[in-house]
């Protein structure tokens, strides 16, 4: 079945201990991105890839980093959660980098940060 | 900055009758996308409309594009229980592929 996952689905953490969230999908996509969605701000880029080993930052990468080394993964990396990290985030993506194509996403990942 | 901004940002209609929301958009595309999300999950494509169609069907879904007002409408006809859910419409925006609105929040009820 074609997918995209995200581990893990939900997590409660403290401030300053870093954490990874992950996601990986199946369909050999070029394109991964990071969304974070939060009440009353709709959907904001994070970063995105357009490959292995291509990067660069959405609208809000402040405090996240990522990397793609492989085709399938696109990790999240906080490396000192603060609370107004605090979010859902969704990883999504596309067969190519175009707008013309559809995106897939993830199922969420549900961040605390205390 | 928001590409897409949705109207109405909620909307509330009784089972059976048809539910409209808009999105306006600043810059020329070459197409739109709608995409659904159920409370606290992930967004589902629900359809692409290039910028050369005025309107395009799929089952209870009806999408027309206004590229002169920079505009698309999202309909839903006979609307179920299950189609509550919050709408996007997302645009192209170069290499970051697609930026989303700020939805709307449709409640259908039984």
């Known amino acids: 079945e074609a997918q995209v996952t995200q581990n893990p689905r939900y997590l409660i953490t403290v401030t300053g201990k870093k954490l990874t969230v992950t996601c990986s999908q199946n369909m050999n996509h070029e394109y991964m991105s990071w969304y974070r969605q939060d009440p009353g701000l709709g959907l904001r880029q994070i970063y995105y890839?357009?490959?292995?080993?291509?990067?660069d930052k959405g609208d809000v990468p402040e405090g996240y980093k990522v990397s793609r080394k492989e085709k399938r993964n696109f990790p999240l990396i906080l490396e000192s959660p603060s609370p107004n990290q605090t979010s859902l985030y969704f990883c999504?993506?596309?067969?190519?980098?175009?707008?013309?194509?559809?995106?897939?996403f993830g199922p969420g990942t549900r961040l605390t940060v205390t | 900055s928001q590409q897409g901004e949705e109207d109405p940002q909620a909307l509330s209609i009784q089972e059976g009758e048809n539910a409209t929301m808009n999105c306006s958009y600043k810059?020329?595309?070459?197409?739109l996308q709608w995409y659904r999300q159920n409370s606290g999950r992930g967004l589902v494509h629900l359809i692409l409309i290039r910028s050369n169609e005025r309107e395009k069907h799929s089952g209870r879904l009806r999408v027309t594009l206004d590229t002169s007002k920079k505009s698309s409408s999202l309909l839903i006809t006979a609307s179920r229980a299950a189609d509550t859910a919050s709408y996007f419409c997302?645009?192209?925006?170069?290499?970051?592929?697609?930026?989303f609105g700020s939805g709307t929040r449709l409640q259908v009820q039984p």
């Open positions: 997302a645009t192209p925006t170069g290499r970051r592929a697609l930026t």
């Open positions: 810059t020329s595309i070459n197409n």
């Open positions: 999504a993506s596309s067969p190519r980098t175009s707008g013309d194509y559809e995106q897939y």
């Open positions: 890839s357009m490959n292995v080993e291509v990067t």
